[in-house]
């Protein structure tokens, strides 16, 4: 679906943030602690000083004990607002490495962005009232990060339609050949116990295999998840129109600039591949 290729094409250039040097540089000089501090808070900046209970709610497949690691405590060293300018400002200055001219590619990326649907979307919600920055990069980011929670805001709830967990969600990716556990479980905080607990659980549904393999009624969920996602994400598809082929004509080139950078490392947790 061309939601789907909407989505290959975007989240390379939004994931820029989590790998490159400059924003980890930022969160240190904002006054953050490591990595996964900087990460939570920068990437929750939007919503204010949320707490650990809705945090670990809206990014679901984070084990609950590792965002309660760094929030609130994240909101005693740097404010949302101080975050979120630093942010905003070292993506502007990683994506100069790779970009030039992103006017036109900008624009339809708005006009994607400013068709979004909100209701039961709250990430991509808070980076919508996000006010544009002057940067032409870090205005481009901001609008493939309004897209990219809007994607995901609702591939949560077609998770949770389906009666999947945040780890159980995960390990149908993982099921499908997508990931694999080493890619996933030191990023996302599970103990083996717990991640062993969610594979049982997806067994017992006919879920998965004695190898962790999708059966054949994983790869139907599976695939269900994923077409009610796109169908969840087609808003912005829709109000461009004709106008989204050029928007991929852009976008795949400066995504494949990326990651073949090596700023956004293949293979990711994200499970970002090359458009």
Same mark, same amino acid.
């Given at each position: 679906?061309t939601?789907?290729?909407?989505?290959?094409?975007v989240?390379?250039?939004?994931?820029?943030?989590?790998?490159?040097?400059?924003?980890?540089?930022?969160?240190?000089?904002a006054?953050?602690?490591?990595?996964?501090?900087?990460?939570?808070?920068?990437?929750?900046?939007?919503?204010?000083?949320?707490?650990?209970?809705?945090?670990?709610?809206?990014l679901?497949?984070?084990?609950?004990?590792?965002?309660?690691?760094?929030?609130?405590?994240?909101?005693?060293?740097?404010?949302?607002?101080a975050?979120?300018? =630093? %942010? &905003?400002?070292?993506?502007?200055?990683? #994506? *100069?490495?790779?970009?030039? @001219?992103?006017?036109? !590619?900008? +624009?339809?990326?708005?006009?994607?962005?400013?068709?979004?649907?909100?209701?039961?979307?709250p990430?991509?919600?808070?980076?919508?009232?996000?006010?544009?920055?002057?940067?032409?990069? =870090? %205005? &481009?980011?901001?609008?493939?990060t309004? #897209? *990219?929670?809007?994607?995901? @805001?609702?591939?949560? !709830?077609? +998770?949770?339609?389906?009666?999947?967990?945040?780890l159980?969600?995960?390990?149908?990716?993982?099921?499908?050949?997508?990931?694999?556990?080493?890619?996933?479980?030191?990023?996302?905080?599970?103990?083996?116990?717990?991640?062993?607990?969610?594979?049982d659980?997806?067994?017992?549904?006919?879920?998965?295999?004695?190898?962790?393999?999708?059966?054949?009624?994983?790869?139907?969920?599976?695939?269900?998840?994923?077409?009610?996602?796109?169908?969840?994400?087609?808003a912005p598809?829709?109000?461009?129109?004709?106008?989204?082929?050029?928007?991929?004509?852009?976008?795949?080139?400066?995504?494949?600039?990326?990651l073949?950078?090596?700023?956004?490392?293949?293979?990711?947790?994200?499970?970002?591949?090359?458009?």
């Amino acid at each position: 679906m061309t939601a789907r290729r909407l989505w290959a094409a975007v989240e390379p250039l939004h994931a820029v943030v989590y790998f490159a040097p400059e924003t980890a540089e930022a969160a240190k000089a904002a006054g953050l602690r490591g990595y996964w501090m900087g990460y939570f808070a920068g990437r929750l900046a939007p919503l204010g000083p949320i707490g650990p209970e809705p945090a670990t709610a809206m990014l679901f497949g984070f084990a609950p004990a590792m965002v309660a690691r760094a929030l609130p405590d994240a909101w005693s060293f740097a404010s949302p607002a101080a975050v979120l300018g =630093s %942010r &905003l400002e070292a993506v502007g200055s990683a #994506l *100069r490495a790779v970009a030039d @001219d992103v006017s036109e !590619l900008s +624009a339809l990326l708005w006009r994607a962005a400013e068709a979004c649907e909100f209701g039961g979307r709250p990430l991509a919600a808070a980076w919508a009232a996000v006010p544009k920055p002057a940067d032409p990069l =870090s %205005r &481009l980011w901001l609008a493939t990060t309004i #897209l *990219r929670e809007h994607r995901g @805001d609702g591939h949560v !709830l077609a +998770a949770v339609h389906a009666g999947l967990g945040g780890l159980e969600t995960t390990l149908t990716h993982i099921g499908d050949g997508v990931i694999g556990r080493a890619d996933v479980q030191p990023h996302r905080g599970w103990s083996d116990p717990q991640w062993d607990a969610a594979v049982d659980r997806l067994r017992t549904r006919g879920t998965l295999d004695a190898d962790g393999r999708l059966t054949d009624a994983g790869r139907e969920l599976r695939h269900r998840l994923e077409d009610d996602t796109d169908r969840l994400a087609a808003a912005p598809v829709t109000a461009l129109g004709a106008d989204v082929e050029r928007l991929l004509q852009l976008a795949v080139p400066l995504a494949r600039a990326v990651l073949d950078s090596g700023v956004v490392p293949v293979p990711n947790p994200m499970g970002v591949t090359r458009p």
